[in-house]
């Protein structure tokens, strides 16, 4: 096979980031067979358009066994000079950290068949990037995580280790059958300094990889080995979409899930954090249940806050140890259907029968409710009930997690649509927070459902400032790679996302900082998610109301 050369654009394909987003294009240019590839700019979200044109390397026959999680089919690539991109099809629906058995990568980082260790009848490892973990493997054989294993100067690949330091992105964290994968080449320069990854560098300029799946320590399938071309490696930091970060439109607003006791015990980097962004309303998930009215009053009072409007807020009831907030300094209402939203009678029976090894949750759930709340801001005449959430954690498409976050999901889609029935008036709509979708997709899909009228709502695409990805949680202490997690939905009918991004202090340069009065570290030490930030304007009456009923709702 002829090799390959992966190159990718040095400069963003779009004049500005962040953008107005609900959607994104790029466009591509065709190669032939053996050719360099095309250069699209990949950005790991999960959507795939940048790869459209782009010739595979590999296509993998369909002849992995029926019963096998995964079928390897075909395989893109590209690169640049700070990271490898790889979008693979699965052939079946898996989650990339939790699928039933693990699909490695095996790179040969110098084209050198001598050195490294030998992988099956796959000779020179020197790197192993392995997606769903069986060493730290929960019930039914589901893998957890992702892990490397690189080579060690005495020749053997090493213990695997969490991926955090060659800068692993993978995309989506929903199952699916086609993902995106991004791997650092070499050490990254960041807002806190240089990224370290470790013994093996991707210089080039060639490589060898095979994909390969396995189960139980058996390989099901894999693909033949390739050989890649790479362009030379480059030690500066990828450039910046933009850093334009100062309001537009009619409402800026910020969605956070701040991490339980951090919000309690860190005030002052939050407080510094929600200054910089200047935001008029505020959804916060996951804060501390020990947190009390008095607690949010004290901490809506902090200098960093008072400089504009008093802040008003609605601290929600319901969600046990993990509660909710609207907060507001354009006026605010609460809804009282949402004040305190628990399960319908009967409704999590079904689930407490099919999976009884979770006793304990179900008795939770049934006692704490969801965690979430609600109430109304008004904005150019016009009211947008706003609703933080945050969804059962953890799991896999078809765990009891997952089965969870479903009947949570149809459970406040109801609630929301009876309060906007209840209204009396036309009405926005801004549901936010901690989706985690870890799991199905079916979670998203039931809470979006008919609430704009007869029209769903809109997914804001919440991009970073410069990691060129849609992750909204990171946290390299762990072995899950960082995701999307958080989610800010919007009536379409009557908002327009204007601007939106996920907030990292680091990723801004030291000027910018500086101007905003913040520390290099403020968001990776207050919460493992980042501040998604979304610029609102109202663009029209809303839809009828109400929408459709949800079968199962």
């Keep these: 096979m002829n090799p390959m050369t992966l190159l990718l654009r040095r400069t963003p394909v779009r004049s500005c980031w962040p953008i107005p987003i609900l959607c994104s294009a790029f466009a591509v240019s065709g190669c032939s067979s053996g050719a360099t590839l095309p250069d699209p700019v990949v950005v790991i979200d999960g959507v795939f358009e940048e790869w459209t044109d782009v010739s595979p390397i590999v296509v993998d026959p369909q002849d992995a066994p029926n019963g096998a999680a995964v079928d390897l089919g075909v395989i893109h690539a590209a690169a640049d000079g700070h990271h490898i991109f790889f979008a693979v099809e699965t052939g079946r629906p898996v989650n990339a950290q ?220 319901s969600g046990g140890r993990q509660k909710t907030v609207v907060a507001s300094r354009v006026g605010i209402r609460p809804e009282l259907a949402l004040e305190d939203v628990l399960y319908p009678d009967g409704a999590l029976g079904p689930l407490a029968e099919r999976f009884p090894e979770a006793e304990r949750l179900w008795d939770l759930e049934r006692e704490r409710g969801l965690a979430t709340t609600g109430a109304w801001v008004e904005a150019a005449g016009q009211p947008i009930l706003f609703v933080p959430i945050d969804l059962q954690s953890a799991g896999y498409d078809g765990s009891f997690e997952d089965h969870l976050r479903v009947l949570q999901a149809r459970t406040l889609r109801a609630v929301v649509m009876g309060a906007l029935a209840d209204s009396g008036r036309p009405a ?96 990776r030490l207050t919460a493992d998610h980042l501040p998604l930030v979304v610029d609102l304007s109202i663009t029209g009456d809303p839809a009828p109301r109400p929408g459709p009923p949800l079968s199962g709702s």
Excluded: C
């Design 98 to 317: 939790a699928m039933r058995g693990t699909l490695s990568i095996l790179i040969d980082a110098d084209d050198d068949r001598e050195t490294g260790e030998a992988v099956g009848d796959f000779p020179g490892t020197d790197l192993v990037v392995e997606l769903s973990r069986q060493d730290l493997a929960g019930r039914d054989g589901h893998g957890s995580g992702m892990a490397l294993r690189e080579l060690g100067s005495d020749g053997l690949l090493g213990d695997r280790t969490n991926a955090g330091g060659r800068d692993l992105v993978v995309a989506p964290t929903a199952s699916a059958s086609r993902f995106e994968i991004r791997l650092a080449r070499g050490a990254l320069e960041r807002g806190e300094g240089r990224v370290p990854t470790g013994s093996v560098e991707l210089e080039g300029p060639l490589m060898r990889a095979r994909f390969v799946f396995s189960y139980q320590g058996s390989v099901v399938d894999e693909t033949e080995s390739v050989t890649l071309t790479l362009p030379p490696l480059e030690g500066d930091a990828p450039p910046r979409w933009s850093e334009g970060l100062d309001p537009t439109g009619d409402l800026r607003v910020l969605v956070w899930n701040v991490s339980s006791e951090r919000f309690r015990d860190r005030p002052e980097r939050f407080a510094r954090v929600m200054a910089a962004m200047d935001p008029d309303v505020l959804l916060l998930d996951e804060v501390y249940g020990a947190v009390t009215e008095a607690d949010l009053r004290a901490f809506f009072s902090r200098p960093e806050l008072a400089a504009r409007e008093p802040w008003e807020f609605v601290l929600g009831k």
């Design 428 to 523: 926005g709509v801004v549901i936010g927070g901690d989706l985690n979708l870890v799991g199905s997709h079916v979670p998203l899909d039931s809470l979006v459902h008919g609430l704009d009228g007869a029209r769903d709502l809109i997914p804001v695409d919440t991009y970073r400032l410069t990691d060129r990805s849609i992750a909204t949680w990171r946290n390299p202490d762990t072995q899950f790679t960082p995701g999307r997690l958080d989610y800010v939905l919007i009536s379409s009918s009557t908002l327009s996302a204007d601007q939106a991004f996920a907030f990292e202090v680091g990723e801004l340069s030291t000027e910018m900082q500086e101007r905003l009065g913040l520390a290099p570290e403020d968001t």
